[in-house]
């Protein structure tokens, strides 16, 4: 049974760039969360889709906006990159009924 | 003021001492609260969670809630090298839907 799935892993952009990423939820599951992680600091919530629609938003710029598609997995693009973008990337899934996060093993995402 | 708070550390304890790990909440519409483990590099894994006021033991954890004082915590008994991590607080607050508010994490040393 896969667990949460993100691509890329590991992701070099210049500022000002866009960038995709992308997150597989564990089966079963049908809600995908979106966190920033900075290094040193505890995750921040970005958004949170369901049913292919955005349900919860956090303190987040539009520069970051998202998608869900009828098979669960998710993006996540950010558009017109700064460096202070630069950060590990965790998607997270869970059931909607249920609380119980399963993370996935994050983008890291280097702004120059 | 931060939705949850957590002593950044480093905590360092000897091999099969009992670990103490705190964390402070603001909202008292706070519902639900999570504690996960993160290695270096790594994505926040599951440890326990915790709804109730009282103790919540799962093997060598246990998680105490206190929501008259707003605080809950995490215990690591017998405590092993391999839990050495940092530790993430994680809330979920009523009528937020599926979000969570992380602290920034205890860094946890466990010395040989």
């Known amino acids: 049974d896969a667990g949460v799935t993100q691509s890329p892993t590991h992701l070099i952009k210049t500022r000002g760039q866009q960038v995709t990423l992308r997150c597989s939820p564990k089966?079963?599951?049908?809600?995908v969360s979106w966190y920033q992680q900075a290094l040193g600091q505890g995750p921040q919530f970005i958004f949170q889709?369901?049913?292919?629609?955005?349900?919860q938003r956090g303190n987040f710029p539009d520069r970051f906006s998202g998608h869900q598609f009828p098979n669960y997995s998710s993006e996540l693009n950010v558009n017109a990159l700064l460096l202070g973008d630069s950060a590990l990337y965790l998607c997270?899934?869970?059931?909607?009924?249920?609380?119980?996060?399963?993370f996935g093993s994050g983008t890291r995402l280097t702004v120059v | 003021q931060k939705e949850v708070e957590q002593n950044s550390g480093p905590l360092s304890v000897p091999e099969g001492a009992i670990a103490s790990l705190n964390c402070t909440y603001s909202?008292?519409?706070?519902?639900?609260f999570f504690w996960y483990r993160q290695y270096s590099g790594k994505s926040p894994e599951l440890i326990m969670f915790i709804y109730s006021n009282g103790d919540k033991e799962d093997g060598r954890f246990t998680a105490q809630l206190n929501k008259a004082s707003q605080y809950v915590s995490l215990l690591i008994r017998d405590s092993q090298p391999s839990d050495s991590a940092t530790y993430l607080c994680?809330?979920?607050?009523?009528?937020?839907?599926?979000?969570?508010?992380f602290g920034t994490g205890t860094s946890l040393t466990v010395i040989p």
């Open positions: 089966s079963g599951h049908d809600t």
């Open positions: 889709y369901y049913e292919e629609e955005e349900r």
């Open positions: 909202d008292r519409g706070s519902q639900s």
């Open positions: 997270a899934s869970s059931l909607k009924s249920n609380y119980g996060y399963t």
């Open positions: 994680a809330v979920n607050i009523r009528n937020t839907g599926n979000q969570f508010y």
